[in-house]
């Protein structure tokens, strides 16, 4: 299994990106697919994710990122719009056998669930 990430770049506030993730390897419309990130100092965060049965965001992000994926090309999006200084960060792709609900149900009993694969990640400065 392959993820690629592209798109990242530097922005001013108020400013929009789109990020990519193009996946390879294995049964790409079966999975739950999510968007990560890590800020410089901080710990990596859940920005959304999204699968055959639908999407999250994050309320950090929500009504601003937009998740999205077209499965005719394996590829996952994140559209960032009205971005802020604190959105600056590495933002990884990823990618799990299980679908997001099971996941959810897993991290919800209090268990650590990490995605079985993952990108390079690509910079998104934002100033």
């Known amino acids: 299994v392959q993820l690629v990430e592209s798109g990242g770049g530097s922005v001013q506030a108020g400013g929009s990106l789109r990020l990519s993730c193009v996946a390879s390897?294995?049964?790409?419309?079966?999975?739950?697919m999510a968007w990560f990130r890590q800020g410089p100092g901080k710990e990596r965060e859940w920005v959304a994710n999204i699968d055959v049965d639908g999407s999250s965001v994050a309320d950090s992000v929500k009504g601003r990122f937009t998740i999205s994926k077209d499965n005719d090309k394996n590829t996952m999006y994140l559209q960032m719009d009205s971005l802020k200084t604190e959105d600056t960060a590495m933002y990884y792709c990823a990618a799990d056998g299980l679908d997001c609900a099971a996941i959810a149900s897993i991290q919800a009993q209090g268990h650590k669930k990490e995605y079985n694969y993952w990108g390079q990640g690509t910079q998104v400065t934002v100033s």
């Open positions: 390897g294995y049964r790409y419309s079966a999975y739950c």
